[in-house]
């Protein structure tokens, strides 16, 4: 009976395992596709507290830009484009919401470096972004930057770059997955996108 037992347990947690393992690179992910919703959960803002993602994203259509971390020059550039086409973002009726790996304390640092006005959310435990699907493992040669910036909560994962534009309920109308970190959908593609999801 203890041997079944066993065998049932170590069954068990390899599953789990395996449920809550993340890819080994970032062209492995299996990203959320248009018309699914996305998850809610808890993140943390700069200030350290809750913030219920739904109740953000009902108040208006939203932009999920899910970067990197502060410590990526790639990810800043394209937050501070995005900074500088905000006000065309919000002409269109969406609000941007950037979402990392770092811990709340470095978003402040990140919105003050890179002129950033709009909201900046913490997902160092991972939750979302692996809900979402653009998880992937994290090369060794990366693993002590992301424990750092997101103060040792995070040591093995990183999120491919992605936006993702959805409604207030939830629901995704577009996405822009780049498996090369390198690449960014540009302010000026962004903007034509919305305005083709308002006519």
Same mark, same amino acid.
């Given at each position: ?24 690179? $970032?062209?492995?992910? =299996?990203?959320?596709? /248009? ?5 809610? +959960? *808890?993140?943390? @803002? ?34 501070? $484009?995005?900074?500088? =086409?905000?006000?065309? /973002? ?5 609000? +941007? *919401?950037?979402? @990392? ?84 959908i540009s302010a000026e593609l962004l903007v034509s996108v919305l305005k083709s999801l308002n006519n």
């Open positions: 009976m203890k041997k079944l037992l066993f065998i049932f347990l170590v069954t068990l947690t390899t599953v789990a395992d395996a449920q809550n393992a993340v890819p080994k690179s $970032a062209t492995d992910i =299996a990203p959320l596709l /248009i018309g699914e919703k996305i998850p809610d +959960i *808890i993140l943390k @803002s700069s200030e350290g507290t809750d913030v219920q993602l739904a109740d953000l994203l009902k108040k208006k259509k939203s932009i999920l830009v899910f970067y990197r971390g502060g410590w990526c020059p790639y990810c800043n550039m394209h937050l501070q $484009a995005l900074a500088e =086409a905000e006000k065309q /973002i919000l002409d269109q009726g969406f609000q +941007i *919401i950037a979402i @990392s790996p770092d811990a709340p304390a470095n978003l402040k640092t990140t919105a003050e470096k890179d002129k950033v006005g709009y909201t900046l959310l913490s997902d160092s435990q991972g939750e979302l972004i692996k809900a979402v699907g653009i998880a992937f493992e994290a090369p060794e040669n990366y693993k002590s930057v992301i424990s750092v910036h997101s103060n040792g909560v995070n040591t093995n994962f990183l999120p491919v770059p992605s936006v993702f534009v959805v409604n207030t309920e939830n629901e995704i109308l577009f996405e822009y997955i780049a498996p090369d970190f390198k690449h960014r």
